[in-house]
């Protein structure tokens, strides 16, 4: 399945990004541009077989496990898009897109994973929407430091 998923991203990702190409005929846009922006919006693809092979996302688990995986990963999706676009509530300063790639990658942890030192991935999930939801309010409430200048 995830060999499958994986080359199924070619439709959408440079060099091949046939869908990219043929959207970009249709717009009369530039076919490379377009495959390069194609390829920033279909980052996420990348992760989701890991997903897959490394939680019970696809309902193997005990219910509440289950969602607590599907929530996580709603908020590591959060996370992930606004570390790879750059922009959350405004434009990231490089601190706070260092903290929203931290924020991705704790999130995305296995929730059942006991890692070294006792630290569960339950815990390493709080601390990334924890952190995702902290960068959050700071720019809700921070003005943009690019307009004021």
């Not at 339950?122 to 309010?137: C, D, K, R, S, T």
Request: charged share 5%; with cysteine.
């Amino acid at each position: 399945m995830i060999v499958f998923w994986l080359s199924q991203d070619s439709n959408i990702t440079p060099p091949v990004c046939l869908g990219a190409y043929v959207a970009a005929s249709i717009a009369g846009a530039d076919p490379w541009k377009t495959g390069w922006m194609s390829f920033r919006f279909a980052k996420m693809l990348y992760v989701v077989p890991l997903l897959f092979a490394y939680t019970p996302i696809l309902l193997a688990g005990s219910a509440g496990l289950v969602i607590w995986v599907m929530v996580s990963a709603l908020i590591g999706t959060l996370a992930f898009s606004a570390w790879t676009m750059g922009y959350l509530a405004r434009k990231t300063s490089i601190l706070e897109w260092i903290v929203l790639g931290g924020a991705a990658a704790l999130s995305f942890t296995p929730a059942q994973f006991i890692f070294r030192g006792g630290v569960s991935g339950y815990a390493l999930n709080v601390v990334g929407a924890a952190l995702l939801g902290g960068i959050f309010l700071w720019q809700w409430r921070s003005p943009d430091l690019a307009a004021a200048s």
